[in-house]
């Protein structure tokens, strides 16, 4: 069993028993945890790592200009 999901069972376990603090998880790591599990309807699943990758790129070229660009090259490189 993973660190994350024994963090949140043992969590869980202390939440109901009105306890303390869980481990030695920083604070701020802990409530990402926990709200990544409730969101996930208690899913321990939702713990497992996530990708770090941005959903966006401000930076892309467009799509139509790629292609005028590749239909540029297509006419110039035959």
């Not at 043992?10 to 303390?20: D, H, I, M, S, Y």
């Not at 990544?36 to 941005?54: I, K």
């Amino acid at each position: 069993m993973s660190e994350r999901a024994k963090f949140i069972l043992e969590w869980e376990r202390r939440w109901r028993a009105q306890e303390g603090r869980v481990s030695d998880v920083s604070r701020q790591t802990g409530y990402v945890w926990i709200r990544r599990y409730q969101a996930a309807g208690h899913d321990l699943r939702a713990l497992e790592e996530q990708s770090r990758r941005p959903h966006t790129n401000p930076r892309v070229t467009p799509a139509t200009v790629e292609d005028l660009i590749v239909a540029t090259r297509k006419l110039y490189l035959k």
